[in-house]
């Protein structure tokens, strides 16, 4: 498994145009309110029209980070073009240049703080794992939002770490290293486990859409915490109150840690009930 941090100047740009244009997907931190502030002044001085951006942060930046450099690909939204236009303009604005190199020069330094995190994960899923998904490259930024996502390529998995603090959010590389590793496998639902989700509260389920998203997504929290328990140098992780809220976290990690399982194999991940 390759991990490597990265500087990405697409995702900056797109950021830039996600909060001018006040995209309502968008989590804000105390740095994010600043940048927008700033992005405002700049691209109002340039007289940048607003557009709108109505689709989820993530649906773009699956876009941005499948074009070639701001131009479509097979794998961009056909309906995402002149958003891709529209970033690419203001990436080219001399001030917004000047911009992306100051607040590369702060990304840089705080993807510096990473190194020795991505190389414990690494060892954690050497450790514990007996096999790798198939693109096993994963490339590591930080976000401009308080958001963490994991956005697939063809070539690689792009982890976006929350900018909610100066330091590496360890939990957020594990979640999305782990949901690459569980999306290899075909997870039994069963009955009691269908049960468990249709007593869930509408609230709760709507975040997820489907049952087998709940599952995925539930499997992964209890393995980030069952992971961080077994890890040496990792700080033990908890469950958060929308883990909990699931249900299934807590009940995967009860299964796990009885079972106590010396390699996570396909094999067991494939036959993991609770």
């Known amino acids: 498994m390759i991990v490597n941090t990265i500087e990405i100047p697409e995702h900056f740009f797109l950021y830039c145009a996600l909060l001018f244009n006040n995209n309502e997907s968008v989590r804000y931190s105390r740095n994010t309110e600043s940048l927008k502030a700033e992005v405002g ?3 109002k001085r340039n007289k940048v029209e607003h557009t709108s951006m109505s689709d989820h942060r993530y649906q773009y930046l699956l876009s941005v980070l ?3 450099h701001y131009a479509p690909t097979e794998e961009t939204k056909k309906s995402h073009d002149e958003i891709l236009k529209y970033v690419n303009d203001i990436s080219k604005l001399p001030e917004m240049e000047k911009l992306w190199e100051k607040e590369r ?4 330094e705080s993807l510096k703080s990473y ?3 991505i190389e414990v994960v690494k060892n954690l899923f050497k450790t514990f794992f007996d096999f790798e998904p198939r693109i096993n490259t994963f490339y590591v930024t930080r976000n401009w939002d308080k958001s963490g996502m994991c956005i ?3 070539e690689a998995f792009y982890i976006i770490a929350s900018w909610n603090s100066s330091e590496p959010n360890v939990r957020n590389i594990i979640h999305e290293i782990t949901h690459a590793y569980i999306d290899e496998v075909e997870l039994p639902i ?3 486990i269908k049960t468990i989700i249709n007593g869930l509260s509408d609230e ?3 975040n997820y859409k489907k049952a087998h998203t709940v599952v995925y997504e539930s499997l992964t929290r209890a393995l980030v915490v069952y992971l961080s328990r077994k890890g040496r140098d990792i700080e033990d992780q ?3 109150e929308d883990d909990i809220a699931l249900q299934l976290p807590e009940k995967y990690l009860l299964k796990l840690e009885t079972d106590s399982p010396k390699i996570i194999s396909k094999d067991y991940l494939s036959n993991l009930t609770i």
Request: aromatic share 8%; net charge positive.
């Open 152 to 154: 697939p390529t063809k």
């Open 105 to 108: 020069k702060e990304l840089s």
């Open 41 to 43: 002044r700049i691209l």
């Open 115 to 117: 190194n020795k995190t």
């Open 190 to 192: 069963t009955i009691n």
């Open 238 to 240: 908890d469950f958060s």
């Open 204 to 206: 709760v389920f709507s």
């Open 66 to 68: 499948n074009s070639n």
